[in-house]
């Protein structure tokens, strides 16, 4: 009776080894193998953005303290430069120009996001 358990095992174990080698083989196989923070914010914003963009039409902020303030809050929810001028500038083509309501919109959407994952 030992040697059958002992045949039993072996093949159990043999077949999970199997299949997790075969899983993580095949997870690889279809994961692109450089997918990079700017692919994937590349992604989010096409996936934001509306279909037809009206027309960007730069206006100069009402409230420059408030403006600032709001900087300062995108500056410490996005690190890097780049994304966060990436994310008001797409921003800014829903909002007519308005930095500030561009601000708060990208700030929304990360918080909404944050929601979500919670």
């Known amino acids: 009776m030992d040697s059958v358990t002992e045949i039993y095992v072996s093949i159990g174990l043999?077949?999970?080894v199997i299949a997790l080698v075969g899983g993580l083989l095949r997870r690889r196989k279809f994961r692109p193998l450089s997918v990079t923070n700017e692919n994937l914010l590349n992604a989010i914003i096409e996936?934001?953005?509306?279909?037809?963009?009206?027309?960007?039409?730069?206006?100069?902020?009402?409230?420059?303290?408030?403006?600032?303030?709001?900087?300062?809050?995108?500056?410490?929810?996005?690190?890097?430069?780049r994304a966060r001028e990436r994310l008001v500038n797409d921003a800014m083509w829903t909002t007519g120009g308005d930095r500030a309501a561009a601000i708060r919109k990208v700030l929304g959407d990360l918080?909404?996001?944050d929601k979500r994952w919670s």
């Not at 206006?59 to 410490?76: C, D, K, T």
């Open 14 to 16: 043999t077949a999970g």
């Open 111 to 113: 918080n909404e996001e």
């Open 47 to 81: 996936r934001q953005s509306p279909s037809s963009k009206p027309p960007r039409v730069c206006r100069p902020a009402e409230g420059a303290p408030q403006v600032s303030v709001l900087e300062g809050h995108l500056r410490n929810a996005i690190l890097d430069a």
